[in-house]
């Protein structure tokens, strides 16, 4: 995997058709930066965090995906403007949907939310990248950006 990835960004109208688009992006992205070992699980949680964001905002505004690497970490982070946190619910085992944030829960060694200072939130997953050796310190960070994804 290149060392040379900080990090990519897709901005999209909040859309059903975002949720595509983010995975065409996801794997280009990974693709790039010869990271094809994570594939399958980045596609499932970047699908899932999108359609929570784009359910979120109702179609009103814009999502915002970002991709980076830190360390021995992958990182997806959406944005979207909608207030309030996201919760894993309880379903009942023949329900249809609801499942997303477990299925996150599942994949990701760690998930949450944050709050940039320029607005709405940001749910983000981080994913272990197997086998990739520990970026120099300066080049990354441990932690979910809080960069704005709206540059």
């Known amino acids: 995997m290149s060392r040379q ?3 990519d960004r897709l901005v999209l109208p909040a859309v059903p058709e975002a949720t595509g688009r983010a995975r065409a992006f996801t794997a280009e992205t990974l693709r790039s930066w010869e990271a094809m070992c994570i594939l399958d699980d980045t596609l499932l949680v ?3 965090l999108v359609t929570n964001a784009v359910r979120a905002t109702r179609g009103t505004d814009l999502v915002a995906v970002q991709l980076r690497v830190a360390g021995r970490s992958f990182y997806i982070e959406v944005w979207d403007s909608a207030p309030g946190v ?3 619910n309880q379903v009942d085992a ?3 949907e609801g499942r ?3 299925l ?3 994949l990701a060694t760690r998930w949450g939310t944050c709050w940039p200072q320029a607005g709405g939130k940001v749910v983000w997953a981080e994913l272990p990248l197997p086998g990739v050796p520990e970026t120099p310190p300066a080049a990354a960070s441990g932690s979910p950006s809080l960069e704005p994804l709206l540059r």
Do not use: I, N, T
């Open 5 to 7: 990835c900080a990090g």
């Open 46 to 48: 970047s699908s899932e």
């Open 86 to 88: 996201p919760v894993v």
């Open 94 to 96: 023949d329900a249809e």
């Open 100 to 102: 997303g944030l477990r």
């Open 104 to 106: 996150v829960d599942a």
